[in-house]
C-alpha cells in the first residue's frame, strides 16, 4: 500500500475523471480514522455537496397526478452558511413525459439557485438566471435555521404524472454550501 513518501513514485495521470476519487481527511468523523473518498469532481470543480436523482426515485415515483409538481429536499442549509453556486448534470436524458423542469433553491426562494431547466437532454448547467446566485462571485449567505435546500420537478404542465410517466433520467445536482464557522481557525494565527 503507497503512503504520501510514495508520491514520487507513483503513475503519473494527465486527466482527472469526474468519477475518479480524492482522498481527504474528514475532521467531523470520529472514532477510527478520518479518511474518505471524495469524488473528484466536488474538489476539482469546487463544490461541497452532490446528490443523484433518478427518474425512479422514490419521491417522483410517488407522484401520481397529472400536472402536478413534486418538491424534494436535499439537505436542511446549517444557519450562518453560503451557497457560491450550483449545478445541474443532466447523465441521461428525462424520458417518457412531454416536457420534464427542475430548479433549484431554498424555501424563502424556490428557484433562487437555478430557474427552470430542460431535463430532456444531456446538459450541465450552472447557476442559471436563479436571482440568489445569478453572477460569478455572488453569495447567498443563510442565516436563519429554517431553510432547506430545494428541488423541484416540473411536468410542465403536461396531463402527465411524474411518477407514472417516467420511464427514464438522472440528474446530478453539485452546490458549494460552506458553514461560516468552517473558517474558525482555519490556519494558524498570524
Known amino acids: 500500500m503507497p503512503t504520501l513518501d510514495d508520491l514520487p513514485t507513483l503513475a503519473k495521470n494527465a486527466a482527472v475523471a469526474a468519477s ?8 467531523d468523523l470520529g472514532g477510527g480514522t478520518k479518511i474518505q473518498q471524495v469524488p473528484a469532481a466536488l474538489i476539482g470543480l469546487g463544490y461541497t455537496h452532490a446528490w443523484v436523482l433518478n427518474w425512479d426515485t422514490a419521491e417522483l415515483a410517488a407522484e401520481t397526478v397529472d400536472d402536478t409538481d413534486e418538491e424534494i429536499t436535499l439537505i ?3 444557519a450562518n452558511s453560503f451557497i457560491t453556486k450550483a449545478l445541474f448534470v ?3 436524458a428525462f424520458a417518457g413525459l412531454t416536457a420534464c423542469n427542475a430548479f433549484l433553491g431554498r424555501t424563502a ?3 433562487g439557485y437555478i430557474e427552470s431547466t430542460s ?3 444531456k446538459l450541465a448547467k ?3 438566471a436563479g436571482d440568489e446566485i445569478d453572477a460569478f462571485g455572488e453569495l447567498d ?3 436563519a435555521s429554517d431553510q432547506d435546500l430545494i428541488i423541484t420537478f ?3 404542465g403536461n396531463t402527465e404524472a411524474l411518477g407514472t410517466d417516467l420511464t427514464a433520467g438522472q440528474l446530478v445536482v453539485l452546490v458549494a454550501l460552506t458553514e461560516i464557522a468552517d473558517f474558525k481557525d482555519l490556519v494558524p494565527a498570524t
Not at 20 to 27: L, R, T, W
Open 90 to 92: 443532466v447523465t441521461e
Open 119 to 121: 431535463l430532456l437532454a
Open 20 to 27: 475518479d476519487s480524492i482522498a481527504i481527511s474528514n475532521k
Open 126 to 128: 450552472v447557476n442559471i
Open 109 to 111: 426562494d424556490k428557484n
Open 76 to 78: 436542511t442549509i446549517p
Open 141 to 143: 449567505v443563510v442565516t
Open 154 to 156: 416540473d411536468p410542465a
